[in-house]
Each structure stands twice: as C-alpha cells, then as structure tokens.
C-alpha cells in the first residue's frame, strides 16, 4: 500500500463549479501539506502549504487538512478552464527545509470545460 | 536565470547506453533535488544536495544512477547502462536558504525514453 493515495482521475467539470480534491494518506507523522499543481510538460509548482490540522484559504483555494482522519482536500471555487491542470498533493513530517523528501501522491487530472 | 532550466527537454536512447541529464537551478539557490516521475506514479525523490555537504543520495534506485553538482550550481544526472524501466520524467527543483517552508521551483523536466 502507498503511503499517500490520490484517485488519478481524470476529473472533468463545466466551468464555475466547485472542484474537490483528495488524498488520503498512512504515516501519521506527517505535519506538512502541500498541493502543487502540473500544466503539461511542465514542472510542478507549489499552490498551497499547510502545517497540522485545519483550514486555509488563498483566492479561489481551500486547503483542509484533517490529522485524524489522515486525510487532506484541496477546494477550487469558481473553477476555470485554467485550471485544467494535474493537481498532486505531498506531505512531510519536517517542514521543505533543509533537504526534507517530500512524499507526492499520484496526482489528479483536473480538466474544467467551457 | 528566471527559473529552474534541464536539458535536453527530451531524451531518447537505446537501452544498454549512457545518458547524462542537466539542472541549471536558480542563481543563489543552495538546495537541489533531482525527482522522477513514472507514468501512474507520484514524484520518486531520488538525491538531494546542499551547498557543500555531502549529498543525500537515499532514494537513489541503484548503482546504474549517480549525480554530481559542481561548484555548488549546475547538477549531472547520469544513468549508466539504461533499462526500459528508467524511462520518466526527470525533475530537478531548487531552494534557497530561509523560512522552514521554503518553496522548492521545479524545471519543467527531461522526458527520458528508453527503446
């Protein structure tokens, strides 16, 4: 069983709606969340960061983490066909700093239509 | 330069061979990694350094891969002896020294494929 798990999709949705995002995941010592997100033929790049449990919210974005349920979600309100685009979730038990391995999830493929 | 830059963008080469990968990262990043990613598969770290320390070459998957970062910048990957199985994207992100949440930039990667 991997240690982080994240359905591959792909997720298909018309313009404006409510996207939800999700993975769940087995070490419990994970602190440190993360969702990056992945055009085509390019390099992942860093959307949101969270520390333990809780919300937080930047723009059309929501992160929730849930420690005690091992489970974490990423919200995109008002999507857009910008937003087409693989989302992978990661995670650490030590912050991005100092060399710290992140571990990814597989990623979903995320495609809003017009 | 702006970002995070690999060469070549596309690799492909036949199995059995030698092939060097390149990560130019961000001027004054100190920290740099090296991923692959398999199709249906998440992000595998492979090597990290920083500036000076010896690397931290733990997710390396054998001896065939080696990396090297000279002069504290411009980092080689090198898969010796290439099986089919080495075929991925091949990610090299960059950090720099601060905040404990520093942000990794990734390049936009080398797709390697092995015939």
């Known amino acids: 069983q991997k240690e982080v798990e994240q359905d591959p999709g792909p997720l298909s949705v018309p313009e404006g709606a409510i996207v939800s995002l999700n993975c769940t995941y087995s070490?419990?010592?994970?602190?440190?969340f993360m969702w990056y997100r992945q055009y085509s033929r390019k390099g992942p790049e860093l959307l949101m960061y969270?520390?333990?449990?809780g919300n937080k919210e930047d723009g059309r974005f929501t992160a929730q983490v849930d420690k005690s349920s091992k489970y974490i979600s990423l919200f995109i309100r008002d999507s857009q066909p910008s937003d087409s685009a693989t989302y992978l979730c990661?995670?650490?038990?030590?912050?991005?700093?100092?060399?710290?391995?992140?571990?990814f999830g597989t990623g979903t493929q995320l495609k809003v239509e017009l | 330069g702006a970002g995070v830059s690999q060469s070549p963008s596309n690799k492909v080469t036949e199995k059995g061979k030698d092939v060097e990968l390149r990560c130019d990262p961000i001027?004054?990043?100190?920290?740099l990694y090296w991923y692959r990613q398999s199709l249906g598969q998440g992000l595998e770290f492979l090597i990290y350094?920083?500036?000076?320390?010896?690397?931290?070459k733990s997710g390396l998957p054998s001896d065939r891969f080696s990396a090297e970062r000279t002069g504290g910048s411009v980092s080689t990957l090198t898969i010796q002896r290439t099986q089919q199985e080495d075929s991925a994207v091949y990610l090299c992100?960059?950090?720099?020294?601060?905040?404990?949440?520093?942000?990794?930039?990734f390049g936009s990667g080398t797709q390697l494929s092995v015939l």
């Open positions: 992100a960059s950090s720099g020294l601060g905040s404990t949440n520093e942000k990794l930039f």
């Open positions: 070490n419990s010592a994970f602190q440190y």
């Open positions: 969270t520390y333990s449990s």
């Open positions: 990661a995670m650490s038990a030590t912050p991005t700093g100092g060399g710290n391995k992140l571990t």
């Open positions: 001027s004054g990043h100190t920290a």
């Open positions: 350094f920083q500036g000076n320390s010896a690397p931290d």
